[in-house]
């Protein structure tokens, strides 16, 4: 598994952080905003609503799970993709980062849903804060990593910035 224990300590970073989290490069807006540019670098934005778990999800991370781009999604399909150790490493961070208003970023191990067999991706998330400062959501970054890639707690500064 790539997570590293205690999970909170390692992966768990404050709101104030997320630009160092999400935006170590800077790239043209044109491509930070391109759907299919992202989808190209193997990157994806996402978006949870804590309301009702339904999920909102660019091109890349449908190409990363494997599905297809005009299906529905729900939380329960995509987090039924992680593979198990990576599942409880995710659902433990989820959790800590809504109960605590921080951001984390995690390696995690999937199962394409297409059947193109098991990738790694870099997935990172942050809480969205409604005005009295209540999580209600939580948003990110999801990259396709290369195989044999070492877990890191950054998204690669190679290809993308966000925000």
Known sequence: MRPIEPLPLHHS?????LRAHLAPVLLDSSIAR??????ERGLGLWHCDLSDNSLRWTAGVYDIFGLDRDSSVSR???ASLYA??????????????????RGFTLDVDIHQADGMGECAMRLIAAPVLNEVDDVIGLHGVKQLLPRGAVASQRLDPTIFVML
């Open 13 to 17: 970073w404050p709101l104030y952080d």
């Open 76 to 78: 329960a399909l995509s």
């Open 84 to 101: 198990p150790d990576s599942r409880e490493a995710m659902e433990r961070l989820r959790a800590y980062a809504i109960r605590h208003k």
């Open 34 to 39: 391109n759907d299919a540019a992202l989808a």
